[in-house]
């Protein structure tokens, strides 16, 4: 959810668009292209959605949609 998120936000994926081992290292790494076209509030709650560490997610969508409502 967090990559849809962010592809419907900005237009581009978060992680590049090179070859699936470019991608697995900017994902570890956390670089995510382009963040700094999100608003502040937003930024944070997308980016926690696009962890590495997926006990740093929203543990579920609705807890999700609920960070980004508020």
Sequence with gaps: LGVMTFEML????PFGAGSFVDIGVAHAAGRVADADR???ALREVVLQALGHDPATR???P?????ALRR
């Design 62 to 66: 609705t807890a999700f949609a609920a």
């Design 10 to 13: 900005t237009g581009r994926l």
């Design 38 to 40: 999100l608003p502040e």
């Design 58 to 60: 929203p543990p579920t």
